[in-house]
């Protein structure tokens, strides 16, 4: 499994990072590196092993369906870039 | 005073001999005196700090003290804190002030500490050497030109140089540890689930734990009492009694079975480390611990396992940075996408676009099978080791790291080199299972070793207890740096 710099430039996108040619180059080589060390999963064999995605097997807790937060607009605005009235502001999505 | 455990300062503050605002202002000055070098802190604040000693003070006075009020804690700053900026090492969050402080910080709050300060680390823990940090690289108080370890370096290093008698750290796959060992002090990442994540920025979600760092087996353990219990807020918090950690403190060490796993006693570890590691099994041994040859044969499979499960994670997580809630915003841009990914691109620094690439890489369309859920089916293979090798020992002994603090600048430009640096702390994160470090002497250039203790699950209390009983046997957790 060899990585590509089209790869590169294709992940950067879909990571919505800005990317330099000379910065997706040098990625390249080391993802190539890091590449070379995750193929070592390659050599076992885990046929019929039941994939983990936690250390510790829990259950989802459920609650009511009630409100338990408090308004709390203007605190968690506090840091954030542009605000005006509230809202958060982005460039213009729709003409 | 700057030497004493945390059981006398609590004496000494619970008899009027020191005041908490003393306290304080003494771990302050020595911050201030250090920090210009040391590098350890990222934001400190006095007026902060002091306001809170005064508040413990008058608990103190008012007879409503619990065993900790009154000393000073460095959290790490990844830790989220209301009033004080927590920029998880980056550019992206350098201006940050949470609205609300992580459950963490809530416990220690209750229990009347003193937050003196937030300790630097890697920028988002992605690290093992505390060079990623966009403040600035952290000194090893032992060596000026060496590393402290990473990510919890700044916490490591600030204990080593006794800036704090305590800190906080979290440890994704080795991050409380590695730097424990690299700076000599003592470090515990305790059970997945155990210590809420809630308010405690997200890297890697299932591997991810809070946990205490500090001079000592028995220090950990209160503070462990402290940062631990159920919080609904963390959906992975285990609901479990309160428990007291240093209940075993004083327990002998009579026919305690400790494991030797043989794959991390062979290739890569450095001669000066198996020796001291060597030298504290003969103590072990002489306490009345019991030796037993075990094997965790997927063990080294936990490193590409690990560096494909953590950037898949942090890709995830680190997705919510987009400049227009918190974080960076780039100054200049075009559209919202421009704005995303210029934002993006300035606010993060190398490494951490390293670990996003990687991970939107193995999650994406194609390669989810060959590398996402492959390395959660060795996840699980990893788990079975120590399910059969905890049938045979009660704990596994061995080196925290395969050598002592490296070189700063040593292995910064090749990532694999660093990333291997966790080989023997990784797999105690795949697993959830518990597992600290202590110091247990010197190797190459002076610099100190760390042995690492793996129990099984929610085993701690006798953890500390192991580690506690070879405390009270060595000396190695009471040296410090020269110059200090």
New interface residues.
Partial sequence: MSIELKDVNHIANLARIDISPAEAQAALAQLTNIFALIEEMQTVDTTGVEPMSHGIEVNQRLREDRVTETDQREANQASAPQVEAGLYLVPKVIE | MQNASLKQLSAALAAKQISSVELTRLFLDRIKALNGDLNAFITVDEGFSLAQAKAADARLAAGTADPLTGIPIAHKDIFVTRGMRTTCASKMLE?????YDAHVIEQFSAAGTVTLGKTNMDEFAMGSSNETSYFGKVKNPWAREAVPGGSSGGAAASLAARMAPAATGTDTGGSIRQPAALCGVSGLKP???TVSRFGMIAFAS??DQGGPMAKSAEDLGLLLNVMTGFD?RD??S?ERDKEDYTRDLDRPLQGLRIGLPKEHFGEGLGADVAKAIEAALTEFKKLGAIIVDISLP?G??S???Y??IAPAEA?SNL?RF????????APE??????????S??QG?GAEV??R???G???L?HGYYD??Y?????????I?QDFKAAFEQCDLILGPTSPSVAFDIGAKAA???QM?LNDIYTIAA?????PAMSIPCGFGNHGRPVGLHIVGN?FTEARMLGAAHQYQQATDWHTHQPQGI
């Fill in positions: 201006n940050y002030v949470s609205p059970t997945y689930g299932s591997l609904p959906s992975t285990l997927n080294r499979l490193v590409p396992a560096y494909v890709s997705s987009d400049g227009v809630r918190y974080g960076h915003r841009y075009g559209d919202l996408m421009d704005m995303y990914k210029k993006r691109a993060f676009k390293r996003i690439l990687i939107t890489y193995v994406s060959a590398y859920l492959k390395a959660q089916k060795l996840r699980r293979l788990a090749d990532p694999v990333y994160n795949l697993a959830g299972l699950y």
